[in-house]
């Protein structure tokens, strides 16, 4: 693409309206097949990672749909059922995130859309397909949830502080000591701790202000980009575990700004 392409200011409001259109009948797709989930294929990628035919038919459906509404991009995805192009512009895609609740029924899990520009994510959709809630923002403007503003909480302190967190798929001796460790600081330091599963969710419910801090390691790209640009224009922080905002080796805190030393202090891996 060249220069002059990539530095056409966007419709992003108009691209992400267009995106929540989308994503709406693929979750209600979710939902109805939930219902006859004995039907549906499951096939292992690893011990604990699964993906379903839930996951393959929803990302087919958003990557077509998607094309349609912004030719020029390339795609980043999960399963890989599109070529995944390094183009200036692209969608980063999660079908399905937290498929391991939804493989067993537990009602939390999302859809995760993320536009890229170069390095810089510039719309992030996040629905929340269980309990039908679309959150969502560009650059530039607030975020929003049902189309209510949203924002972090105020919370000051890090024992007054809801925490949530997730585990990696991949486990061995040191992951697990390191994960221990950080755990442990944060059961004697804050008020509780969630794992819900899901960490787009996660990065939404820190950005609406139900939790106040979420940290997690070995992530991919698709599982948190959208999630990211939600929290940030909700006035939160995402950051690395270095307290950067670079999130190539999959690590992720994102909380608001009163408790981002405390609880970068706290993590041992």
């Not at 200011?9 to 309206?17: F, G, M, R, T």
């Not at 709406?24 to 989930?37: L, N, V």
């Not at 640009?229 to 575990?241: P, R």
Request: net charge negative.
């Amino acid at each position: 693409m060249s220069d002059s392409a990539e530095n056409v200011s966007l419709p992003l409001e108009d691209i992400s309206h267009k995106v929540m259109a989308l994503v709406k009948p693929i979750g209600a797709y979710m939902r109805e097949q939930r219902k006859s989930f004995d039907g549906v294929a499951i096939s292992k990628k690893g011990i604990r990672d699964f993906v379903t035919e839930v996951d393959m038919q929803s990302e087919r459906q958003l990557v077509a749909g998607l094309r349609n509404i912004f030719p020029d991009a390339g795609f980043v995805t999960e399963e890989n059922t599109v070529e995944q192009i390094d183009t200036y512009y692209k969608w980063i895609i999660d079908p399905l995130d937290g498929t391991m609740n939804y493989v067993h029924g537990i009602p939390i899990y999302s859809i995760s859309i993320a536009l890229q520009a170069g390095n810089k994510f510039v719309l992030g959709v996040v629905y929340e397909v269980a309990n039908d809630e679309m959150f969502y923002t560009w650059q530039g403007a607030s975020s929003y949830c049902n189309g209510k503003t949203i924002s972090v909480s105020a919370c000051h302190t890090l024992q007054d502080a809801l925490i949530a967190t997730g585990f990696p798929y991949i486990r061995n001796d040191q992951r697990t000591r390191e994960i221990s460790n950080t755990l442990k600081f944060f059961l004697d330091n804050g008020r509780d701790i969630r794992r819900l599963g899901t960490a787009a969710t996660d990065l939404c419910y820190v950005a609406c202000g139900r939790q106040d801090v979420y940290y997690e390691g070995f992530l991919n790209i698709w599982d948190i980009a959208a999630g990211i640009l939600i929290l940030q224009n909700a006035g939160g922080v995402a950051v690395n575990f270095k307290g950067e905002e670079n999130y190539n080796e999959g690590r992720i805190v994102g909380t608001n700004p009163n408790l981002i030393g405390d609880v970068l202090r706290g993590i041992s891996f």
